[in-house]
C-alpha cells in the first residue's frame, strides 16, 4: 500500500509540475515578423547610412525581442537603435561599411531574435561601392552566402541503431538475466521519456504555438506512459497487458516522430520544406533550423529513450508469455 501512494503522489507531483512549468513558460512566448524600409542599399567604402526597421509580433504573446544579423561580416556592421524591446516596435538601422572593404555586393539575412524570434529572417543587399563613384559596379565578387540549415540527424540516428542493435543483442544472448534487469532498465527509460517529455512541453514554445496537435498529443502520451507504468509496477493482474500496450505504444511513437521528421512536421505557416522537420528536430541550435540545443537534445533524448521502452516492455511481456 505504502508503494502506491508514492507511486501516486510522484505521478501528481509530475502533473503539477508539467502545467505550473506550462503556465509559467507559456506566457511571454512567440513569433514575430521583421521589415524593413529598403530591402537592397548602396554604401560607399568608409561610409554609413541609415534604414528603418519594425518588427511585429506574428502570433503568440510579446516579449523582449532584438535585431540581428547573419553571417558576420568583418567589413560591414550593423546597428539598431532599439534593443531587447517588446514587438511591435521600430527603429532605425545603421549599416557602416570600412574603409578597406572589398566592392562588391553582399546579402545579410536580418531577423529577430530572443523571446518572440521571426518565423522566417528578410534579405539585406548592400551594395558596396569605390568611395568615388555613386553607383554600384558592373562586376561583383562572389555573394557572401547564407550558411545553409544544419541537422545532425546522422549522429542521432547512429545512437538510435546502437540502442536496437545493443538491445536486440542482450536480449538473444542473455534471455533470462536480461529477463530480470530488464524491468529496472524499463523504469530508467520511462523516467529518461517522461523528464525529455516535460521538458519539450514546458519550453517548446514552437511546437505549442505553430504545431498545437502534435503538442496535444505528446501530452496525452505522456499521460499514458505515466498510467501505463504504474499498472506496470503497481497493479499484477495488469502487469502484463500494460507490458503490451506501453510497448506497441511506444513503438507507434517511435515511428510517428520520424514520419513528422519525414513530413516537416505540422509547422506549415513557418516552413513548407520537408527537410525542416529533421533540422527542426536536430539542428541543436543550427543557423536557420528555429530550434535550440535543449530542444533538439530533448527530442534526441525523447526518441531514445522511448526505443528503449519499446523494446523492453515488448520483450518482458513475450518473455513472461513463454514462461506460462
Same mark, same amino acid.
Given at each position: 500500500m505504502q508503494a502506491k501512494q508514492i507511486i501516486l503522489t510522484s505521478i501528481a507531483f509530475i502533473f503539477l509540475l508539467v502545467f505550473a512549468l506550462n503556465a509559467v513558460h507559456a506566457v511571454g512566448y512567440g513569433y514575430s515578423k521583421?521589415? $524593413?524600409?529598403q530591402y537592397s542599399v548602396n554604401i560607399s567604402q568608409s561610409s554609413s547610412i541609415n534604414i528603418g526597421f519594425t518588427i511585429s509580433l506574428f502570433n503568440g504573446s510579446y516579449w523582449g525581442t532584438s535585431l540581428a544579423e547573419s553571417p558576420s561580416n568583418s567589413y560591414i556592421t550593423f546597428t539598431p537603435s532599439t534593443l531587447n524591446q517588446d514587438p511591435t516596435y521600430s527603429g532605425t538601422l545603421t549599416i557602416s561599411v570600412a574603409k578597406g572593404t572589398p566592392v562588391g555586393t553582399y546579402k545579410f539575412n536580418i531577423s529577430a531574435t530572443g523571446d518572440d524570434p521571426s518565423v522566417s529572417p528578410v534579405q539585406l543587399t548592400v551594395n558596396v561601392v569605390n568611395s568615388t563613384s555613386s553607383t554600384p559596379p558592373s &562586376?561583383? !565578387? !562572389?555573394v557572401v552566402s547564407t550558411p545553409k540549415p544544419i541537422n545532425y #540527424?546522422? /549522429?542521432v540516428g547512429s545512437i538510435f541503431l546502437a540502442v536496437i542493435v545493443i538491445l536486440f543483442g542482450l536480449e538473444l544472448s542473455m534471455k533470462k538475466k536480461f529477463a530480470k534487469a530488464a524491468n529496472y532498465t524499463l523504469l530508467g527509460s &520511462?523516467? $529518461? +521519456? *517522461? &523528464?525529455?517529455?516535460? /521538458? $519539450? *512541453?514546458? /519550453?517548446? +514554445? $514552437? *511546437?505549442?504555438? +505553430?504545431?498545437?496537435l502534435h503538442y496535444d498529443i505528446l501530452i496525452v502520451f505522456f499521460i499514458l506512459t505515466i498510467i501505463l507504468t504504474y499498472l506496470i509496477y503497481g497493479n499484477k493482474k495488469m502487469h502484463r497487458n500494460a507490458l503490451l500496450i506501453l510497448g506497441s505504444l511506444s513503438a507507434l511513437f517511435v #515511428?510517428?516522430?520520424?514520419l513528422d521528421a519525414i513530413l516537416g512536421l505540422p509547422l506549415t505557416q513557418i516552413s513548407g520544406s520537408l527537410s525542416y522537420g529533421f533540422n527542426y528536430l536536430f539542428g541543436f541550435g543550427a543557423a536557420g533550423t528555429y530550434s535550440s540545443y535543449g530542444i533538439s537534445f530533448a527530442f534526441s533524448l525523447l526518441l531514445l529513450s522511448v526505443t528503449a521502452t519499446s523494446m523492453l516492455s515488448l520483450f518482458s511481456y513475450f518473455f513472461e508469455s513463454k514462461k506460462k
Open positions: 521583421v521589415t $524593413l524600409t &562586376v561583383t !565578387p !562572389p #540527424f546522422d /549522429y &520511462v523516467i $529518461l +521519456s *517522461l &523528464v525529455a517529455a516535460i /521538458y $519539450l *512541453l514546458a /519550453y517548446d +514554445s $514552437l *511546437l505549442r504555438i +505553430s504545431g498545437m #515511428f510517428a516522430m520520424f
